[in-house]
């Protein structure tokens, strides 16, 4: 679909869209692309049927040009602004994936470690074959081939949940929150963590 085309169909609902630059082809996670006859756009809109100042709203595009193999993936469907399907990662390979990222991060993102608890709290299994091939592309464990099953995971895990300072987690991660999850991100500490571990299976 070319941008012509896209503008006109963001057009017919509503909304105006401008297109910007940002081409970056040396790196295997392309951001903010919406492919045309150049690989780098980003996509900006902004309703134009309200009146006075428009607040811009900016979605930015990430493309994985080298994604590591054995992810899974399953059909969902939706029904606006037509019925419609696409295919997603299903949520033991996303889960996996946001253990590569607790795993190889170089630095804590407290939202990480909000999602964490968001899959270990809906008994979410983890794609281990997808995550052997994250680590075994980018990280500490780049290129050794590392056998990774549930018991690697879990004691990855357990040493990273036992080093992480909890404070410095907690303020990065309370500006994201909603004021009536606040209590219980004060909760957040290492045996919080630890008990959530012990829920993956």
């Known amino acids: 679909m070319s941008v012509k085309m896209i503008q006109d169909r963001v057009d017919s609902y509503g909304y105006n869209i401008e297109i910007a630059d940002r081409s970056n082809t040396d790196i295997a996670v392309q951001k903010a692309f919406l492919k045309d006859d150049s690989i780098g756009k980003v996509v900006r809109l902004r309703r134009s049927a309200r009146s006075g100042p428009l607040r811009k709203i900016r979605i930015r595009i990430e493309i994985d040009t080298n994604p590591p193999d054995g992810s899974g993936f399953e059909v969902k469907y939706v029904d606006f602004p037509f019925v ?45 074959r997808f995550l052997a091939s994250a680590i075994d592309q980018q990280g500490p464990w780049q290129g050794r081939n590392i056998e990774v099953d549930l018991d690697w995971c879990t004691g990855q895990l357990r040493d990273k949940i036992t080093s992480i300072d909890w404070t410095a987690a907690k303020k990065d991660v309370r500006r994201f929150v909603k004021a009536s999850e606040l209590p219980s991100v004060d909760l957040w500490r290492t045996d919080l963590f630890l008990a959530q571990l012990g829920k993956m299976k």
Do not use: E, M
């Open 84 to 128: 419609s399907s696409v295919t997603v990662q299903d949520k033991a390979s996303l889960f996996a994936g946001k253990v590569h990222a607790l795993l190889c991060r170089k630095y804590v993102k407290g939202r990480d470690w909000y999602d964490f608890l968001w899959y270990t709290s809906q008994g979410s299994r983890i794609n281990c």
